[in-house]
């Protein structure tokens, strides 16, 4: 029985990556990304398997050829949320266009598309709604204040879709991966993202999250974190904020060590294009 799958930031690195995984479950592809380079070389991966389309989702009439893009794909059972953005800083520092873009991609862009693939899965009894968050969706980050929140607002939505849709036959499943080691980690790294995103030895790989994906895509709970220490320790400090001032300045001083690591191991003297 053919399967297809969608993915939107689909020639990003934990898409290319979650495609090997999808291709060798008998997945085809469509991938949704607004670089035409790096889809064409997402696409080689299979090219008779993989179709790609070419959008920008911060603009309206792209979006919507997305949306029509899920409610017509033949045998699509699978929608991947993926697409993301960071502009790091203090908020009061940010100019305001990099809040809304934040907002824009990694808020509205899922709720719209989501709400295509959920009126599409409903209508076919059944398909897998799976959304690559941010461990930002467990505990907001200072520094990163608009990419918090626009991942608590998709967490928040995920949480009460998944009530809508399971009993009628619909998956959704969500994954929170720590930092992982992706272009946008790397100009975080090198243009003051919080180094709280380094609080952790090791930074993830993009097949480590990949795994992890398909996991949560064909497992039974709608919310998978990785590392798993990490949402715990997420979830403590958020349902008590008072305590962050108290124990902010250690979390700080441990991701500086682990930005300086994260610098030196790739290299990352020199601060890349975005």
Not at 195 to 202: E, Q, S
């Amino acid at each position: 029985m053919a399967r297809a799958a969608l993915i939107t930031g689909g020639a990003g690195a934990i898409a290319t990556a979650l495609s090997r995984q999808l291709l060798t479950k008998g997945f085809d592809l469509v991938l949704v990304d607004v670089d035409d380079r790096r889809l064409e070389e997402a696409a080689r991966l299979a090219p008779l398997r993989i179709r790609t389309h070419r959008a920008d989702l911060t603009l309206a009439d792209d979006l919507e050829r997305v949306a029509d893009l899920i409610r017509t794909e033949p045998d699509l059972v699978l929608f991947v949320n993926n697409a993301g953005v960071v502009r790091p800083g203090d908020y009061a520092d940010l100019s305001y266009s990099d809040i809304a873009l934040q907002m824009a991609v990694n808020l509205m862009t899922p709720m719209r598309l989501t709400h295509a693939a959920a009126g599409r899965f409903l209508a076919q009894h059944g398909g897998c709604i799976l959304s690559i968050v941010s461990a930002a969706g467990l505990v907001a980050l200072p520094g990163s204040a608009a990419y918090s929140a626009s991942k608590f607002g998709l967490r928040g939505l995920l949480i009460a879709l998944a009530q809508e849709l399971e009993p009628r036959g619909v998956k959704v499943r969500s994954l929170f991966p720590g930092a992982v080691d992706t272009p946008m980690l790397r100009y975080e790294a090198t243009h003051g993202g919080s180094v709280l995103n380094f609080l952790n030895k090791d930074v993830l790989d993009a097949d480590a999250v990949a795994l992890a994906a398909i996991r949560a895509m064909d497992g039974d709970r709608i919310e998978v974190s990785l590392p798993a220490g990490d949402a715990l320790m997420a979830r403590i400090i958020c349902a008590f904020p008072a305590l962050m001032p108290k124990i902010l300045p250690r979390f700080i001083k441990q991701g500086e060590r682990g930005l300086q690591r994260f610098r030196i191991s790739r290299g990352l003297d020199v601060a890349p294009p975005l």
